[in-house]
Nanobody
């Protein structure tokens, strides 16, 4: 399995921006689909965004579409989540995940079960 470490979380005011990073080690993620999930206080884990191995395809949850952008730098073995226009309801622990088993269309990218490696998470808190 690949090891994933998220960073870039923190406290930000509503309307602000943060950029999360997910650094992979142990294996190259160049052929993996990658995703971001989050879990807010008292809530279940939910899908945020996913990106294909090449970066040519992306997929977003409706709640973040138009505000968040997922990207990747395969040379750096890193995936990013740019979060703009943050809202208090975006407060959550954000997790990076890797799917090494399926093609982009081979498993619903919003399903956590499709991913076989997970990071420890980074806290994002948005104040009103």
């Amino acid at each position: 399995q690949v090891q994933l470490v998220e960073s870039g979380g923190g406290l930000v005011q509503a309307g602000g921006s943060l950029r999360l990073s997910c650094a992979a080690s142990g294996r190259t993620i160049v052929s993996y689909s990658m995703g971001w999930f989050r879990q807010g206080p008292g809530k279940e884990r939910e899908f945020v965004a996913a990106i294909s191995w090449s970066g040519g395809s992306t997929y977003y949850a409706d709640s973040v579409k138009g505000r968040f952008t997922i990207s990747r730098d395969n040379a750096k073995n890193t995936v990013y989540l740019q979060m703009n226009s943050l809202k208090p309801e975006d407060t959550a622990v954000y997790y990076c995940a890797a799917d090494s088993l399926h093609s982009w269309g081979g498993c619903p990218k919003s399903a956590g079960l499709c991913y076989d490696s997970w990071g420890q998470g980074t806290q994002v808190t948005v104040s009103s």
